[in-house]
């Protein structure tokens, strides 16, 4: 039997969105009277098995995506009139790669034209181009982490570099990023013992 997971919560337009990794859904719900109840939104439905992690949105906010963990996937949602629907469902990981892999953080680049995605397992960073206007991806490439195990990343405020935390080799390692083609260059690392969340303040 599925048990609830929550993993990520975040508001959005006055809501309180809500991942459960657990029941490969996505809730959506309202303030009223000093409490939460469920939004006029339906819950997001994913693949059975899927594991919604983590989520992001564009800028005007028409779309959601959100990283699935156990089955590698990304599922992007469109916001039609007032309620977000399916749009699609993109691989993180190649078609070629045997083993386990699992998703764990994403994020879209600054200026929105990119967004990013790191495989547990496969180690990589993911990289998909953003078609701002429909929302769609379309596969950049996969960057090797030069790690193990890498957990969550951050885009520095230029949106110049990445910083990503392999938790499983002890070591965060810089990238620089291209503006134009969104691809990803290896510029340094440093150790540090399991490293899991980066953040700048």
Request: charged share 25%; aromatic share 10%; hydrophobic share 35%.
């Amino acid at each position: 039997t599925k048990t609830a997971h929550a993993h990520m919560a975040m508001f959005l337009n006055d809501e309180l969105v809500v991942t459960d990794l657990g029941l490969d859904k996505i809730r959506i719900y309202s303030e009223t009277e000093e409490k939460f109840d469920s939004s006029k939104q339906e819950e997001l439905v994913v693949a059975e098995g899927a594991g919604p992690r983590h989520f992001v949105t564009s800028k005007n906010g028409n779309f959601l995506y959100v990283i699935n963990e156990l089955n590698s996937t990304i599922t992007v949602f469109k916001d039609v009139s007032g309620q977000f629907v399916e749009l699609d469902t993109y691989n993180t990981v190649d078609a070629t790669f045997k083993g386990e892999s699992y998703c764990a953080d994403i994020h879209l680049s600054p200026d929105g034209k990119f967004l990013y995605g790191t495989n547990r397992g496969e180690n990589t960073v993911v990289i998909f181009q953003v078609n701002e206007t429909t929302g769609k991806l379309k596969l950049v490439g996969r960057e090797p982490v030069k790690g193990d195990w890498p957990r969550n990343f951050v885009l520095d405020p230029s949106g110049k570099y990445v910083l990503v935390a392999n938790q499983r080799s002890n070591n965060i390692v810089v990238f620089s990023r291209d503006e134009k083609n969104g691809t990803l260059t290896f510029v340094s690392q440093v150790d540090l013992p399991s490293p899991v969340c980066l953040k700048f303040y």
